[in-house]
């Protein structure tokens, strides 16, 4: 038979149990979300790299285009009118 005493004992040792179960889960879990939060800062620094590349890509891109349309400007000036020999050349016959 046992006594009270014996029976408060055993509560104590299984609260106690039971405390550090909860503090395990609580640790495990914090430990995951912390993992977690680490990989989302990771692909979040990747993802910042991958829009300031296409950030530099695209204002290169703009400078080329701007580029060639000041060529392409710059070549309509040094293109002689072009004559067709039909138009111009005073023959009815052609």
Known sequence: ???VGAE???LLVQAKRFEWLG???DRH???EAIRYNQDL???ASALRGTVQHNQ???A???KELEEAKEEAVSAEGLLEPVCH???YSGRADL
């Open 23 to 25: 503090d395990q889960k």
């Open 41 to 43: 800062q990771r692909e």
């Open 8 to 10: 408060i004992r055993q």
């Open 29 to 31: 879990e914090k430990q």
């Open 85 to 87: 020999p039909w138009r």
């Open 56 to 58: 530099s890509v695209l």
């Open 60 to 62: 290169r891109q703009r």
């Open 1 to 3: 038979m046992h006594s």
